[in-house]
């Protein structure tokens, strides 16, 4: 177990904090204390500590399941240390104790904590990674839903929250009441535009409760856009012991990512940031041609590649990538229907960005689950595919390779691949009603499910027929003859 007291004993290759920890004051609240934080956020503000030791982060965990009491103990038990291990598709290795998050609370066993850090000037800026489908907007109206049952217990109890919605708006109340700055939110999940998602959410959330408060809000607090990018996959009890024997560590919070790792930032800070650039970070004054890129290349070809790689029976992306049909579906995919319909931000060269994608995808190092990456594919499917489906149906392109990512992931939903094995994939959108449609054997029925809402307005009638088509080979005949009818001459 990794602690303060014993980590100047820890393996020497091991690469330690260069800073002391206890000198480390807290400026960051995290909600979603996840691996892809550990291994992405946590990791640039780590390596500013030795400079600007007052951006330590507080991590809050907002649910209170076995699992969740678990993770916090173990938290508390390692003083909120970590290892996280860096892989290069090459094999090489490097492993660093991270000490960036400077205490973790779980916010059901003591909210007034989590809103007393919120509410106290020196905590200057509140980050999250509460997953794509977290920010509580309705599909069909594109507003905060407030008809959501935990929103409407935070509206009536609005000093006792339970989301992240209510924790942020009753710390921001706070702040204005005693006359403290706003702090910045910062949303750090894959989304399109995702502080202007974040924005609508806290201030829908906050114009129910309070419009004064929201209007207050609205004009002194601030919600950058940012870009972030690292493949960071689960680790399992058995990663997380193959992690421990390759680096002499006894760390029970292990996290694994590959070497890549990029963030893009739009400077818009309501109280200062750390040096972040000095970090790598790019700061800039739009990111949208920077998320364009990440998520129209490596986060729609990650889905198109996992959604049928399930089917096929493989558990990691490195094995499908390696697949030579599945292979050539992605470059198909991405050189004829997403790269010309895409622009480039100052210096990035499309094609060669593709290829490093590909070639990050290979890294059997990172062991990442499809079932991972396909998951919540509905949010998935409306972040990262709309832009490209719409640009297909305006213009009369070619629709086939779409069809097939579509067809394959109406596939995937019912559980069982060609070779008869069963898994669970998650899927939180649907009802069970809309389940039902999942498992119809009308083959038409699942294209009435919300993941494929963004385009309704436009004629799908065209892209429609060819996802039946090729459902209908998939079940008679198996993905690779689906790949084989949509294959370029």
């Given at each position: 177990m990794l602690t303060l007291k014993d980590i100047a004993r820890e393996v020497s290759s091991v690469h330690l904090p260069n800073y002391n920890p206890l000198n480390i004051q807290k400026g960051i609240v995290h909600f979603g204390v996840g691996n892809f934080f550990r291994a992405h956020e946590a990791l640039y503000i780590e390596n500013i500590l030795k400079k600007e030791p007052i951006w330590g982060i507080v991590g809050v965990g907002l649910t209170n399941?076995?699992?969740?009491?678990?993770?916090?103990?173990?938290?508390?038990?390692?003083?909120?240390?970590?290892?996280?291990?860096?892989?290069?598709?090459?094999?090489?290795?490097?492993?660093?104790?991270?000490?960036?998050?400077?205490?973790?609370?779980?916010?059901?066993?003591?909210?007034?904590?989590?809103?007393?850090?919120?509410?106290?000037?020196?905590?200057?800026?509140?980050?999250?990674?509460?997953?794509?489908?977290?920010?509580?907007?309705?599909?069909?109206?594109?507003?905060?839903?407030?008809?959501?049952?935990?929103?409407?217990?935070?509206?009536k109890n609005p000093e006792k929250p339970e989301t992240v919605f209510g924790y942020v708006v009753e710390g921001l109340r706070r702040r204005r009441d005693r006359g403290l700055k706003a702090f910045t939110i910062l949303s750090c999940d894959n989304l399109r535009h995702n502080g202007n998602i974040a924005r609508k959410a806290f201030l829908g959330f906050a114009c129910a409760r309070d419009p004064e408060l929201a209007q207050w809000i609205e004009q002194n607090a601030t919600f950058p856009n940012s870009m972030v990018d690292r493949i960071t996959p689960t680790v399992t009890t058995d990663i997380a012991k193959q992690l421990n024997t390759a680096s002499g560590l006894t760390d029970t919070l292990p996290v694994v990512a590959e070497d890549f790792r990029q963030w893009v930032l739009e400077d818009n800070f309501a109280d200062g940031h750390p040096d972040l650039a000095s970090a790598g970070v790019q700061f800039v004054s739009d990111v949208a041609d920077y998320e364009h890129v990440k998520i129209r290349i490596l986060n729609a070809s990650h889905i198109m590649l996992s959604f049928p790689a399930i089917l096929l029976g493989y558990a990691h992306v490195d094995q499908a990538v390696k697949d030579p049909a599945l292979k050539e579906n992605i470059e198909n995919f991405l050189t004829l229907d997403v790269i010309p319909t895409l622009k480039a931000p100052p210096g990035v060269d499309l094609h060669h960005y593709m290829l490093t994608v590909l070639n990050r995808f290979s890294n059997p190092a990172m062991a990442d689950q499809t079932l991972?990456?396909?998951?919540?594919?509905?949010?998935?499917?409306?972040?990262?595919?709309?832009?490209?489906?719409?640009?297909?149906?305006?213009?009369?392109?070619?629709?086939?390779?779409?069809?097939?990512?579509?067809?394959?992931?109406?596939?995937?939903?019912?559980?069982?691949n060609i070779l008869g094995q069963t898994y669970?994939?998650?899927?939180?959108?649907?009802?069970?009603?809309?389940?039902?449609?999942?498992?119809?054997?009308?083959?038409?029925?699942?294209?009435?499910?919300?993941?494929?809402?963004?385009?309704?307005?436009?004629?799908?009638?065209?892209?429609?027929?060819?996802?039946?088509?090729?459902?209908?080979?998939?079940?008679?005949?198996?993905?690779?003859?689906?790949?084989?009818?949509?294959?370029?001459?």
């Open positions: 399941g076995e699992h969740s009491i678990q993770k916090a103990a173990m938290f508390k038990a390692q003083d909120c240390l970590y290892s996280l291990t860096e892989c290069a598709p090459t094999g090489e290795r490097s492993v660093r104790i991270i000490a960036a998050l400077r205490d973790y609370l779980l916010a059901p066993e003591n909210p007034e904590d989590v809103l007393e850090h919120l509410s106290n000037p020196d905590i200057r800026i509140v980050s999250m990674t509460i997953t794509e489908g977290g920010y509580n907007i309705d599909e069909k109206t594109g507003e905060f839903n407030l008809q959501s049952l935990a929103v409407q217990r935070d509206l991972r990456i396909a998951s919540d594919g509905c949010a998935k499917i409306q972040v990262f595919w709309t832009e490209t489906v719409r640009h297909i149906l305006i213009e009369n392109r070619d629709c086939s390779r779409i069809a097939f990512g579509i067809a394959a992931y109406l596939e995937m939903l019912r559980g069982k669970t994939i998650t899927e939180p959108a649907y009802t069970k009603e809309q389940n039902a449609l999942i498992h119809s054997n009308d083959f038409s029925a699942g294209l009435k499910l919300p993941a494929f809402d963004a385009w309704r307005d436009l004629d799908t009638s065209v892209l429609d027929a060819k996802v039946i088509e090729l459902r209908k080979i998939i079940r008679s005949q198996g993905i690779l003859a689906a790949l084989s009818a949509i294959r370029q001459p």
